[in-house]
């Protein structure tokens, strides 16, 4: 089984933008699995199904199995987000402010 996770998409986004990318980068018959957002129906024209599948304060995504993969990129984009912050050491760091005259110079870390 071939899986893909596409992007997140704005709301106001049209459909013809969703057909186009459809066409352009899904095989046909894909089964493209939404939250339910209007512009997915667009991905019928390229061939493919569309599986909608809305959540909501009842039914959470994080307790469906056809978005366990989607949750899982979206915690791993978090733990590499958040750990890429904690990485810099911002104490060293030295940004030459407008009202100071001079930056105190950048001491090495051993």
Same mark, same amino acid.
């Given at each position: 089984?071939?899986?893909?996770?596409?992007?997140?998409?704005?709301? /106001?986004?049209?459909?013809?933008? !969703? +057909?186009?990318?459809? =066409? &352009?980068?899904?095989?046909?018959?894909? $089964?493209? *699995?939404?939250?339910?957002?209007?512009?997915?129906?667009?991905?019928?024209?390229?061939?493919? /199904?569309?599986?909608?599948?809305? !959540? +909501?304060?009842?039914? =959470? &995504?994080?307790?469906?199995?056809?978005? $366990?993969? *989607?949750?899982?990129?979206?915690?791993?984009?978090?733990?590499?987000?958040?750990?890429?912050?904690?990485?810099?050491?911002?104490?060293?760091?030295?940004?030459?402010?407008?009202?100071?005259?001079?930056?105190?110079?950048?001491?090495?870390?051993?």
């Amino acid at each position: 089984m071939c899986c893909r996770i596409i992007g997140i998409v704005s709301p /106001e986004c049209p459909l013809a933008d !969703v +057909g186009a990318w459809a =066409k &352009s980068s899904l095989t046909p018959r894909t $089964t493209v *699995v939404s939250d339910g957002l209007a512009c997915f129906s667009a991905v019928t024209e390229a061939g493919c /199904e569309h599986q909608k599948e809305v !959540v +909501g304060k009842k039914r =959470k &995504s994080t307790d469906m199995a056809c978005f $366990t993969w *989607v949750n899982t990129v979206l915690g791993n984009l978090k733990t590499a987000i958040t750990g890429t912050y904690h990485a810099f050491d911002f104490d060293q760091v030295r940004v030459p402010l407008p009202w100071r005259t001079s930056v105190p110079p950048i001491q090495p870390s051993l």
